[in-house]
């Protein structure tokens, strides 16, 4: 099944959404998007996992 996750599962005012076939495909745009649009957010262990707890399955 393919993954999905938005910017706005995560209450964010940002429109950026992505999908992938897996969660690490996804968390690599994931982390890309946030080191470019969202500086703010520190990616350590603990905001990495509540990302991935926002990820959803698409069938």
Do not use: F, P, R
Not at 2 to 30: F, P, R, Y
Not at 36 to 50: D, F, G, V
Request: aromatic share 2%; glycine share 2%.
């Amino acid at each position: 099944m393919t993954k999905s996750i938005s910017c706005s599962d995560a209450g964010k005012d940002c429109s950026w959404s992505a999908t992938a076939k897996t969660v690490d495909d996804l968390m690599v745009q994931v982390m890309t998007h946030v080191k470019n649009h969202h500086k703010e957010i520190e990616l350590n262990t603990e905001n990495i996992s509540k990302i991935k707890s926002l990820i959803k399955e698409i069938k």
